[in-house]
Nanobody, 127 residues
Framework: QVQLVESGGGLVQAGGSLRLSCAASGRTFSRFKMGWFRQAPGKEREFVAA????????YYADSVKGRFTISRDNAKDTVYLQMNSLKPEDTAVYYCATNRRPYSSAGYNYADEYDYWGQGTQVTVSS
């Protein structure tokens, strides 16, 4: 059974930084793309960033490009989201996700493309 556990969320002032981690278990981590999504109160879940199975390709939403960096350590079965220059509008619950199709980056920015989700970690950015 695939399990994803996020950590690293918290309260930070605008302009600050946080690093989220997502530890995976239950299968061979290194074969599958990983994504980060977020959901703010009253809003739909939205794509933040994704990384392919090897880490050689990364993808970002326009709203976070240049501020957030996604990376992965396949030896530790962990994906990271480094968030810099945080803004109040980044406040949301952040989720990591993965899917069942190995070696595929198709649909990386669509939530429906992902089959497994973590429980989420809250990020709050104060102004």
């Amino acid at each position: 059974q695939v399990q994803l556990v996020e950590s690293g969320g918290g309260l930070v002032q605008a302009g600050g930084s946080l690093r989220l981690s997502c530890a995976a278990s239950g299968r061979t981590f290194s074969r599958f793309k990983m994504g980060w999504f977020r959901q703010a109160p009253g809003k739909e879940r939205e794509f933040v960033a994704a990384i392919n199975w090897s880490g050689s390709s990364t993808y970002y939403a326009d709203s976070v490009k240049g501020r957030f960096t996604i990376s992965r350590d396949n030896a530790k079965d962990t994906v990271y989201l480094q968030m810099n220059s945080l803004k109040p509008e980044d406040t949301a619950v952040y989720y990591c996700a993965t899917n069942r199709r190995p070696y595929s980056s198709a649909g990386y920015n669509y939530a429906d493309e992902y089959d497994y989700w973590g429980q989420g970690t809250q990020v709050t950015v104060s102004s």
